[in-house]
Nanobody
Framework: QVQLVESGGGLVQAGGSLRLSCAAS????????MAWFRRAPGKERMFVAAISWSGGSTRYADSVAGRFTISRDNAKNTVYLQMNSLKPEDTAVYYCAARGTDLRTSVYEYDYRYWGQGTQVTVSS
């Protein structure tokens, strides 16, 4: 059972930056596609960014492309989400997710087997 623990959330002013981290408890993480999703207040959880097992393939939601960067360090069993030029509409709980045995990226929640508990990001105007 892979456990995912997110960190790095907090309160930031619009235009600022944050870096989220997601640490996995299991070495099988290195062979898993990973992603970040977010749930804004009163809304459904939505895809943010995904990365393949090697880091060679990434995908982004249109709303964050050019501002957010997903990356991973398999030696540390950790995936990151660098968030720049933050906007109030980026306020949400951010969740890390792992596909498990599939190496590829996906934008669909149902493709992800393991989920973290979430970390709150609040962007003030």
């Amino acid at each position: 059972q892979v456990q995912l623990v997110e960190s790095g959330g907090g309160l930031v002013q619009a235009g600022g930056s944050l870096r989220l981290s997601c640490a996995a408890s299991d070495r099988t993480f290195s062979s898993s596609g990973m992603a970040w999703f977010r749930r804004a207040p009163g809304k459904e959880r939505m895809f943010v960014a995904a990365i393949s097992w090697s880091g060679g393939s990434t995908r982004y939601a249109d709303s964050v492309a050019g501002r957010f960067t997903i990356s991973r360090d398999n030696a540390k069993n950790t995936v990151y989400l660098q968030m720049n030029s933050l906007k109030p509409e980026d306020t949400a709980v951010y969740y890390c997710a792992a596909r498990g045995t599939d190496l590829r990226t996906s934008v669909y929640e149902y493709d992800y087997r393991y989920w973290g508990q979430g970390t709150q990001v609040t962007v003030s105007s």
